[in-house]
Protein backbone atom coordinates (compact mmCIF):
# COMPACT_ATOMS: atom_id res chain seq x y z
CA UNK A 1 0.00 0.00 0.00
CA UNK A 2 1.91 2.92 -1.06
CA UNK A 3 0.74 5.74 1.19
CA UNK A 4 2.83 8.60 -0.51
CA UNK A 5 3.07 8.78 -4.25
CA UNK A 6 4.42 10.72 -7.05
CA UNK A 7 2.59 9.76 -10.26
CA UNK A 8 5.17 11.57 -12.38
CA UNK A 9 8.27 9.46 -12.94
CA UNK A 10 10.21 12.14 -14.64
CA UNK A 11 9.75 15.79 -15.32
CA UNK A 12 11.85 17.95 -18.01
CA UNK A 13 12.00 21.99 -17.73
CA UNK A 14 13.31 24.33 -19.23
CA UNK A 15 15.88 26.28 -17.92
CA UNK A 16 14.58 29.58 -16.10
CA UNK A 17 10.99 28.19 -15.96
CA UNK A 18 8.96 27.07 -12.84
CA UNK A 19 9.51 23.23 -12.15
CA UNK A 20 6.39 21.85 -10.58
CA UNK A 21 6.71 18.29 -8.66
CA UNK A 22 3.60 16.61 -7.13
CA UNK A 23 3.30 14.46 -4.31
CA UNK A 24 -0.16 12.93 -3.31
CA UNK A 25 -0.74 10.95 -0.13
CA UNK A 26 -3.73 8.96 1.45
CA UNK A 27 -2.74 8.72 5.19
CA UNK A 28 -5.11 11.59 6.38
CA UNK A 29 -2.83 11.44 9.86
CA UNK A 30 0.41 12.47 8.15
CA UNK A 31 1.32 16.08 9.92
CA UNK A 32 4.71 16.29 8.62
CA UNK A 33 5.58 16.46 4.77
CA UNK A 34 9.77 17.13 3.37
CA UNK A 35 11.01 17.22 0.32
CA UNK A 36 14.50 15.52 -0.65
CA UNK A 37 16.44 15.89 -3.22
CA UNK A 38 18.91 13.15 -4.75
CA UNK A 39 21.88 13.43 -7.11
CA UNK A 40 23.41 10.29 -8.55
CA UNK A 41 25.51 7.88 -6.37
CA UNK A 42 24.66 10.34 -3.04
CA UNK A 43 22.54 10.13 -0.96
CA UNK A 44 19.51 12.29 -0.50
CA UNK A 45 19.92 15.23 0.90
CA UNK A 46 16.68 17.27 2.98
CA UNK A 47 15.61 20.15 1.02
CA UNK A 48 12.56 21.99 2.65
CA UNK A 49 9.63 20.91 4.85
CA UNK A 50 6.32 21.98 5.91
CA UNK A 51 3.78 20.71 8.89
CA UNK A 52 0.14 20.69 8.31
CA UNK A 53 -0.98 23.73 10.55
CA UNK A 54 0.70 25.87 7.20
CA UNK A 55 -0.02 25.60 3.88
CA UNK A 56 2.68 27.29 1.79
CA UNK A 57 6.74 27.08 2.88
CA UNK A 58 9.19 29.24 1.33
CA UNK A 59 13.05 28.87 1.03
CA UNK A 60 14.51 30.68 -1.82
CA UNK A 61 13.63 29.67 -5.45
CA UNK A 62 12.10 26.41 -3.41
CA UNK A 63 8.03 26.32 -1.96
CA UNK A 64 5.86 23.92 -0.79
CA UNK A 65 2.35 23.71 -0.62
CA UNK A 66 0.51 21.74 0.78
CA UNK A 67 -3.45 21.50 0.19
CA UNK A 68 -4.89 19.36 2.68
CA UNK A 69 -8.27 18.81 1.67
CA UNK A 70 -6.97 16.90 -1.82
CA UNK A 71 -3.69 15.09 0.55
CA UNK A 72 -1.90 16.76 -2.43
CA UNK A 73 1.39 18.74 -1.60
CA UNK A 74 3.75 19.99 -4.33
CA UNK A 75 7.16 21.57 -4.56
CA UNK A 76 7.87 24.65 -7.26
CA UNK A 77 11.41 25.27 -7.86
CA UNK A 78 12.16 29.21 -9.66
CA UNK A 79 13.44 29.71 -11.75
CA UNK A 80 14.60 26.66 -12.77
CA UNK A 81 18.91 25.84 -12.97
CA UNK A 82 20.76 23.21 -14.62
CA UNK A 83 22.39 22.38 -10.91
CA UNK A 84 18.65 21.36 -9.92
CA UNK A 85 18.55 18.43 -12.33
CA UNK A 86 17.94 15.63 -10.08
CA UNK A 87 15.73 12.76 -8.36
CA UNK A 88 12.90 14.39 -5.73
CA UNK A 89 11.42 12.32 -3.06
CA UNK A 90 8.90 13.86 -1.27
CA UNK A 91 7.81 11.76 2.49
CA UNK A 92 5.45 12.22 5.03
CA UNK A 93 4.85 11.20 8.74
CA UNK A 94 2.77 11.99 11.88
CA UNK A 95 3.48 11.54 15.60
CA UNK A 96 7.21 10.27 16.06
CA UNK A 97 6.66 7.65 13.43
CA UNK A 98 8.92 7.31 10.63
CA UNK A 99 9.14 9.14 7.09
CA UNK A 100 6.95 7.59 4.68
CA UNK A 101 8.87 7.84 1.22
CA UNK A 102 7.57 8.15 -2.34
CA UNK A 103 8.90 6.59 -5.43
CA UNK A 104 10.65 9.92 -6.56
CA UNK A 105 9.98 12.18 -9.50
CA UNK A 106 13.35 12.86 -11.93
CA UNK A 107 14.02 16.34 -13.01
CA UNK A 108 15.99 17.44 -16.00
CA UNK A 109 16.56 20.78 -16.77
CA UNK A 110 17.18 21.61 -20.02
CA UNK A 111 19.85 24.55 -20.81
CA UNK B 1 30.95 18.32 10.77
CA UNK B 2 30.89 15.14 10.45
CA UNK B 3 28.06 13.45 8.48
CA UNK B 4 26.48 10.14 8.17
CA UNK B 5 29.14 7.58 6.89
CA UNK B 6 28.86 4.14 5.42
CA UNK B 7 31.05 1.62 4.37
CA UNK B 8 31.96 -0.14 2.02
CA UNK B 9 31.60 2.33 -0.70
CA UNK B 10 30.81 -0.94 -3.41
CA UNK B 11 30.62 -4.07 -2.59
CA UNK B 12 30.39 -6.76 -5.39
CA UNK B 13 29.73 -10.39 -3.76
CA UNK B 14 28.30 -13.70 -5.21
CA UNK B 15 25.00 -15.47 -4.84
CA UNK B 16 24.87 -17.52 -1.62
CA UNK B 17 27.82 -15.28 0.46
CA UNK B 18 27.05 -12.93 3.46
CA UNK B 19 27.46 -9.41 3.26
CA UNK B 20 27.70 -6.85 6.00
CA UNK B 21 26.90 -3.39 5.39
CA UNK B 22 28.18 -0.86 8.17
CA UNK B 23 27.01 2.98 9.34
CA UNK B 24 27.86 5.43 11.77
CA UNK B 25 25.22 7.85 12.23
CA UNK B 26 25.88 11.47 13.17
CA UNK B 27 26.99 11.56 16.95
CA UNK B 28 23.91 12.27 19.33
CA UNK B 29 21.29 11.25 16.82
CA UNK B 30 19.04 8.40 18.42
CA UNK B 31 17.20 7.53 15.40
CA UNK B 32 18.88 5.22 12.73
CA UNK B 33 17.55 4.49 9.14
CA UNK B 34 17.99 1.83 6.55
CA UNK B 35 16.87 2.29 3.09
CA UNK B 36 17.43 0.20 -0.46
CA UNK B 37 17.18 1.57 -3.70
CA UNK B 38 16.75 -0.74 -6.57
CA UNK B 39 17.54 0.69 -9.87
CA UNK B 40 15.15 2.91 -11.18
CA UNK B 41 12.90 2.21 -7.85
CA UNK B 42 12.34 4.61 -5.02
CA UNK B 43 13.28 4.63 -1.48
CA UNK B 44 12.15 0.48 0.16
CA UNK B 45 12.16 1.51 4.32
CA UNK B 46 14.04 -1.88 5.89
CA UNK B 47 14.81 -1.29 9.06
CA UNK B 48 14.03 1.60 11.93
CA UNK B 49 16.03 1.80 15.43
CA UNK B 50 14.92 4.51 17.89
CA UNK B 51 16.92 5.11 20.98
CA UNK B 52 16.59 1.93 23.07
CA UNK B 53 13.06 1.11 22.12
CA UNK B 54 12.99 -2.22 19.99
CA UNK B 55 13.82 -1.42 16.01
CA UNK B 56 10.96 -1.60 13.64
CA UNK B 57 11.55 -4.38 11.26
CA UNK B 58 8.53 -3.97 9.43
CA UNK B 59 10.56 -3.03 6.15
CA UNK B 60 12.67 -6.32 6.35
CA UNK B 61 12.05 -8.05 2.93
CA UNK B 62 12.80 -11.66 4.33
CA UNK B 63 15.00 -13.51 7.32
CA UNK B 64 17.85 -13.16 5.61
CA UNK B 65 17.89 -9.93 6.24
CA UNK B 66 18.95 -8.24 9.76
CA UNK B 67 20.39 -5.42 11.29
CA UNK B 68 21.69 -4.82 14.51
CA UNK B 69 22.68 -1.34 16.33
CA UNK B 70 25.30 -0.99 18.74
CA UNK B 71 25.59 1.17 21.61
CA UNK B 72 23.18 2.98 20.48
CA UNK B 73 25.62 4.38 17.65
CA UNK B 74 27.18 2.17 14.82
CA UNK B 75 24.76 0.31 12.77
CA UNK B 76 25.26 -3.44 10.94
CA UNK B 77 22.78 -4.56 8.33
CA UNK B 78 23.74 -8.19 7.04
CA UNK B 79 22.43 -9.95 4.76
CA UNK B 80 22.56 -13.67 4.23
CA UNK B 81 22.70 -16.13 1.60
CA UNK B 82 22.53 -13.09 -1.18
CA UNK B 83 20.42 -13.06 -4.27
CA UNK B 84 20.84 -11.27 -7.36
CA UNK B 85 17.40 -9.44 -6.22
CA UNK B 86 19.56 -8.03 -3.40
CA UNK B 87 21.37 -5.99 -5.59
CA UNK B 88 20.73 -2.29 -4.89
CA UNK B 89 21.84 0.79 -3.15
CA UNK B 90 22.06 0.34 0.39
CA UNK B 91 21.10 4.07 2.25
CA UNK B 92 21.48 4.65 6.25
CA UNK B 93 19.90 7.81 7.56
CA UNK B 94 20.05 9.32 10.90
CA UNK B 95 17.77 11.93 13.05
CA UNK B 96 17.62 13.60 15.74
CA UNK B 97 14.24 11.66 16.72
CA UNK B 98 11.70 10.07 15.06
CA UNK B 99 10.00 12.79 12.73
CA UNK B 100 12.70 15.11 12.58
CA UNK B 101 14.61 15.82 8.95
CA UNK B 102 16.78 12.61 8.20
CA UNK B 103 20.94 12.75 7.04
CA UNK B 104 21.22 10.87 4.59
CA UNK B 105 25.14 8.77 3.91
CA UNK B 106 26.85 7.95 0.41
CA UNK B 107 25.12 4.82 0.25
CA UNK B 108 26.47 1.20 -0.42
CA UNK B 109 26.06 -0.45 -4.02
CA UNK B 110 25.67 -4.29 -3.36
CA UNK B 111 25.66 -6.52 -6.68
CA UNK B 112 25.46 -9.82 -6.46
CA UNK B 113 26.84 -11.94 -9.17
Known amino acids: DQQVKQNSPSLSVQEGRISILNCDYTNSMFDYFLWYKKYPAEGPTFLISISSIKDKNEDGRFTVFLNKSAKHLSLHIVPSQPGDSAVYFCAASFGNEKLTFGTGTRLTIIP | GAGVSQSPSNKVTEKGKDVELRCDPISGHTALYWYRQSLGQGLEFLIY????????KSGLPSDRFSAERTGGSVSTLTIQRTQQEDSAVYLC???????????FGPGTRLLVL
Open chain 2, 93 to 103: ASSLAGRETQY
Open chain 2, 49 to 56: FQGNSAPD
